[in-house]
Antibody, heavy 115, light 109 residues
Framework: QVQLQESGPGLVKPSETLSLTCTVS????????WSWIRQSPGKGLEWIGY???????TYNPSLRSRVTISGDASKNQFSLKLSSVTAADTAVYYC?????????WGRGTLVTVSS | EIVLTQSPGTLSLSPGERATLSCRAS???????LAWYQHKPGQAPRLLIY???SRATGIPDRFSGSGSGTDFTLSISRLEPEDFAVYYC??????????FGQGTKLEIK
């Protein structure tokens, strides 16, 4: 079955770019849609956006100006870049399969924005 | 943006009891594009229900979803010890952005 694993720096400085990678096993990113979601401490889940390898991307309007989601089929990975981060971007970041309902998810990775 | 409000915030029940969780949308959810997830600490969230009432692969039949329009319900018929977790609803599809409810914590009484 499809499994996902997030990776990337756990600490990012304010104003810099957060970069995370999701490695997919048991399935190909060349098919289907792939999403990023985050959960800030003590808060609910926030959908960030999704992409398909065919070229379709859709982002949350609240983050659209700062977000890029893309994929690398040769590594079967997809990535998230979030620019100009602030403390409000501190969260557990999840990747997941799907663009609408999400199944399965990765376990998530905590990213803290701090100097 | 569709806002989802879940109630109650915390539900305290005993194993064997029935749980009923509510998710109310600020406007009608198109085509009943509503999902439910279970989330335990340190684990990946798990899809339970999609399309308001369709069980995901491998989900026990004690989990059921119902509702339409703006009012949706997740029911767990007989609680097992492993069912105690946080549950989220999510609307998706035509009404972007996809949004989640704030969650209901199901705890052991």
């Amino acid at each position: 079955q499809v499994q996902l694993q997030e990776s990337g720096p756990g600490l990012v400085k304010p104003s810099e770019t957060l970069s995370l990678t999701c490695t997919v096993s048991g399935g190909s990113i060349s098919s289907h849609y792939w999403s990023w979601i985050r959960q800030s401490p003590g808060k609910g889940l926030e959908w960030i956006g999704y992409f398909s390898y065919s070229g379709s991307t859709t982002y949350n309007p609240s983050l659209r100006s700062r977000v890029t989601i893309s994929g690398d089929a040769s590594k079967n990975q997809f990535s998230l870049k979030l620019s100009s981060v602030t403390a409000a971007d501190t969260a557990v970041y999840y990747c997941a399969s799907g663009g609408w309902y999400l199944d399965p998810w990765g376990r998530g990775t905590l990213v803290t924005v701090s100097s | 943006e569709i806002v989802l409000t879940q109630s109650p915030g915390t539900l305290s029940l005993s194993p064997g009891e029935r749980a009923t969780l509510s998710c109310r949308a600020s406007q009608s959810v198109s085509s009943n594009y509503l999902a439910w997830y279970q989330h335990k600490p340190g684990q990946a969230p798990r899809l339970l229900i999609y399309g308001a009432s369709s069980r995901a692969t491998g989900i026990p039949d004690r989990f059921s979803g119902s509702g339409s329009g703006t009012d949706f319900t997740l029911s767990i018929s007989r609680l097992e010890p492993e069912d105690f977790a946080v549950y989220y609803c999510q609307q998706y599809g035509n009404s972007l952005p996809n949004t989640f409810g704030q969650g209901t914590k199901l705890e052991i009484k």
